[in-house]
């Protein structure tokens, strides 16, 4: 370990004196010390000169793998230290829409049931780039429906809270406002809100499936970045808006209606959280929402994320 942990350091220093001085040895000592990694390793780990300091490409992927090792060695570390003397704190979740859903109160119940000195606070992270708010630390877990492709690596998919139907938003004056229900098909014949890409500028939206269950293109018209921006480009017949039957719930416009709309499996809404790096309290958090769940094959086709299949990491760079 002591090998290890002085590697680690001068990979984050890339200067050995500096290492030395956090780790409160001699620069000789940590020089010994990483010239005993690379004899067990076989290959050099730096490239050393009088100027400068640099890992080889061995050393660079080591330091890699061995980062998300260590960081998971100090969570198993954490968590055995809190539960040894209790923990306290709070665990921050943003939430998507709302965060009322059934299986996410039955949730925070019973984690300060388990943890009394705990508490769990919720903060609205809609129109944020909600993956970045995870990975920096402004919050710990997301609460939401999220894409309908998976996110970016170094997060994991959690259980679902909650299945609801599906409803369809359109203006008071549109057609289809007088209409009993509305299959999921004529999303065809009427565009969504779209999500500008970052170097072309089409149009797409990573909520929806980019095209119907019989394989008809949905198209997009009009950007908007929060719910009050999605519901007036529908009172102005611009476009139309599917959400969950519980949308409606929790933001309204005088001049939108929403009738139900047929043809997609269950909208879900699921938990996200960091792969590495998450504090024991959140860890504690974390086990508790996948204790005693019971995974299923996940529903394919499913607009969103479908039934969970277990904790997973998930890693798009493949």
Wanted: net charge neutral; charged share 20%.
């Amino acid at each position: 370990m002591a090998e290890l942990r002085a590697f680690l350091v001068a990979a984050d220093e890339l200067h050995f004196g500096r290492a030395a001085e956090r780790l409160r040895v001699s620069p000789s000592r940590v020089s010994q010390l990483v010239r005993g990694l690379e004899t067990r390793v076989g290959a050099p780990l730096f490239e050393r000169t009088t100027r400068r300091v640099e890992l080889t490409p061995i050393g660079a992927r080591m330091y890699a793998d061995l980062t998300r090792v260590y960081d998971d060695l100090h969570t198993s570390m954490r968590r055995a230290q809190s539960a040894a003397r209790g923990l306290a704190g709070k665990v921050t979740v943003g939430y998507l829409t709302h965060c009322q859903d059934d299986g996410f109160t039955r949730l925070v119940a019973e984690f300060r049931g388990r943890y009394p000195a705990c508490d769990v606070a919720t903060i609205d992270v809609t129109g944020t780039d909600y993956h970045d708010v995870l990975r920096n630390g402004s919050v710990d877990v997301l609460l939401g429906r999220f894409d309908a492709q998976p996110p970016a690596s170094g997060l994991v998919q959690g259980p679902v809270m909650s299945r609801e139907d599906w409803v369809l938003g359109v203006a008071r004056s549109h057609p289809l406002a007088a209409r009993d229900v509305v299959s999921v098909e004529e999303l065809a014949d009427h565009a969504i809100f779209g999500v500008p890409d970052p170097l072309t500028g089409e149009l797409s939206n990573p909520f929806y499936p980019a095209c119907t269950p019989k394989g008809r293109p949905i198209p997009h018209h009009g950007i908007a970045r929060t719910f009050a921006e999605v519901l007036t480009l529908v009172s102005r017949r611009e476009n139309v808006f599917p959400a969950g039957a519980s949308f409606p719930d929790h933001y309204r416009h005088p001049e939108v209606v929403f009738v139900p709309l047929h043809g997609w499996p269950p909208a879900t809404r699921t938990v996200l959280w960091r792969e590495h790096g998450n504090t024991a309290l959140v860890t504690a958090f974390i086990d508790t929402a996948t204790a005693e769940q019971s995974p299923e094959p996940p529903r394919l086709g499913n607009p969103g994320y479908g039934d969970w299949p277990g904790p997973r990491a998930v890693d798009t760079t493949v």
